[in-house]
């Protein structure tokens, strides 16, 4: 390694990857769900008792700390009008069904450590930690300052960094260690789109459809009831008789017939890694409905197309690949069916351009429906000659080896909410998917990741 202080700096970390261990399964055992809010906690105590273990340790460690109201904190080291950012999240998502190990348990089992929040984002994020403490041991003296941000509601909206931003300076430099390696660019933009269609009536009416926890997951159980008269019972009597997907159970009690589905979780901009259990549910009452039903089930059924092209806004573009496009809750109020979508959309594109497609193309459907867009965060783009992007990987071919290629993805990070910051990588393979079940991190992973962070954010810190 060229440069001796960065040597020294690594050195630091490996003699102290087992209090890194110990604060990470610490901070792991919390369960950071967003829950009621309460005073000085507008995202629940638990958040709050992740939030205040991190500037615990900040503060014993000498950094500067602020809290802001409990959306978000930060501690910082070093002097000067640069600064370089690294923002992390301790808010995780549910957990849902089928882990074999306990999902705040933080056990470790052959070389892994295994909760909710292990990889996305609490690991990365306390490996960041320590990377700057690393600097803070080595070169107290250096010309800038570094900041470690704990945001708390990165999950289920981005508030706590709307707050964050609005009393706090943009950075000369940020990352998100919140993606893939060695960087990431481009962020699609990110809407969730909210489609309402009245419930049917006639011969085969549907009473209520429910399920999901959030847009952003992959829906892994749902159900549905459905009122069927005497004249279609028949029909769907066959139709039943020969079904022939086996994650699907039904029962009836009387005339009312109730279908339940089993799918599989995975992360909302990567619906194609899960099986959607509402998508199963829809599919199967467009199967067994009788014909006069058919129209109003065949449209609600299309809607859930993973490219939306259901909804009219497929599409692609060079930079970023195709939109994808996640049914994340599914409801009933009001006598309507509620549809919540969570859409990745290209980077070239417009918030208004994917609004105005989905209008025209769900005007010329039969069935009544009527769309409200709840959320739009813009795309993110930073060009691969971008100072940020080049010094970053330039750092990371030196610490690996690999002359990595910056990447575009649907996910979205602190990044594009923050000026000047890219996300950067957080895992290898072998380590688990985001918002899945059983999520693990390689604990060598774990402090292979923290001295690149170290190494990244040092490199960003006295560039001249």
């Known amino acids: 390694m060229s440069d001796p202080i960065l040597g020294q700096i690594h050195d630091w970390l490996r003699a102290h990857e087992q209090d890194l261990l110990n604060d990470t399964v610490k901070m792991l055992q919390i369960p950071s769900i967003e829950g009621p809010a309460e005073p000085n906690a507008p995202f629940g105590k638990e958040n709050r008792q992740a939030l205040d273990l991190a500037l615990s340790i900040c503060s014993d460690w000498g950094f500067d700390t602020k809290d802001i109201d409990g959306f978000i904190g930060f501690g910082e080291i070093g002097q000067g009008d640069r600064l370089v950012?690294?923002?992390?999240?301790?808010?995780?998502?549910?957990?849902?069904?089928?882990?074999?190990?306990?999902?705040?348990?933080?056990?470790?089992?052959?070389?892994?450590?295994?909760?909710?929040?292990?990889?996305?984002?609490?690991?990365?994020?306390?490996?960041?930690?320590?990377?700057?403490?690393?600097?803070?041991?080595?070169?107290?003296?250096?010309?800038?300052?570094?900041?470690?941000?704990?945001?708390?509601?990165?999950?289920?909206?981005?508030?706590?960094?709307?707050?964050?931003?609005?009393?706090?300076?943009?950075?000369?430099?940020?990352?998100?260690?919140?993606?893939?390696?060695?960087?990431?660019?481009?962020?699609?933009?990110?809407?969730?789109?909210?489609?309402?269609?009245?419930?049917?009536?006639?011969?085969?009416?549907?009473?209520?459809?429910?399920?999901?926890?959030?847009?952003?997951?992959?829906?892994?159980?749902?159900?549905?009831?459905?009122?069927?008269?005497?004249?279609?019972?028949?029909?769907?009597?066959?139709?039943?008789?020969?079904?022939?997907?086996?994650?699907?159970?039904?029962?009836?009690?009387?005339?009312?017939?109730?279908?339940?589905?089993?799918?599989?979780?995975?992360h909302g901009s990567y619906p194609f890694g899960g099986d959607s259990a509402a998508i199963r549910v829809l599919r199967f009452l467009n199967e067994i409905a009788p014909v006069n039903a058919q129209p109003f089930f065949e449209e609600l059924f299309d809607t859930t197309h993973i490219g939306g092209a259901g909804i009219g806004i497929a599409g692609s573009d060079p930079e970023s690949g195709d939109l994808t496009c996640n049914l994340g809750i599914v409801e009933t109020k009001d006598g309507k069916v509620s549809l919540l979508y969570n859409i990745r959309y290209p980077v070239t594109w417009t918030g208004e351009k994917l609004q105005a497609l989905c209008d025209t193309y769900l005007q010329r459907l039969t069935s009544g429906f009527h769309l409200k867009v709840t959320r739009d965060s813009p795309p993110l783009y930073f060009p691969i000659d971008h100072p940020l992007v080049k010094t970053l990987l330039e750092v990371y071919e030196e610490e690996t080896g690999e002359k990595g290629k910056p990447a575009t993805m649907g996910g979205g990070t602190y990044a594009r909410a923050i000026p000047n910051t890219v996300s950067v990588g957080t895992c290898w393979a072998g380590d688990g998917r985001a918002h899945e079940t059983d999520e693990r991190y390689k604990i060598e992973h774990l402090f292979k990741a923290s001295r690149i962070y170290a190494s990244m954010l040092y490199r960003l810190a006295i560039m001249p």
Not at 152 to 160: H, M, V
Not at 241 to 258: K, M, P, Q, Y
Request: with cysteine; charged share 20%; aromatic share 8%.
């Open 85 to 266: 950012v690294s923002l992390g999240h301790l808010d995780v998502v549910p957990v849902g069904p089928g882990w074999k190990h306990a999902p705040f348990g933080a056990e470790i089992e052959d070389g892994y450590v295994y909760a909710r929040g292990s990889t996305d984002d609490k690991g990365p994020t306390m490996a960041s930690l320590y990377a700057i403490r690393a600097i803070q041991a080595v070169a107290p003296n250096i010309p800038a300052r570094i900041r470690q941000v704990f945001g708390c509601n990165e999950e289920s909206g981005f508030a706590c960094v709307a707050r964050y931003v609005q009393t706090e300076e943009a950075p000369t430099f940020g990352i998100a260690p919140d993606s893939m390696w060695p960087l990431v660019h481009g962020e699609k933009g990110i809407a969730n789109l909210e489609i309402e269609v009245p419930l049917n009536k006639g011969d085969f009416a549907l009473l209520e459809v429910g399920g999901g926890q959030r847009p952003n997951i992959v829906i892994d159980s749902a159900s549905a009831k459905v009122k069927v008269s005497g004249l279609a019972r028949a029909h769907v009597e066959e139709k039943l008789a020969d079904s022939w997907d086996r994650n699907i159970t039904f029962s009836w009690e009387g005339d009312v017939l109730g279908v339940y589905a089993i799918g599989k979780a995975a």
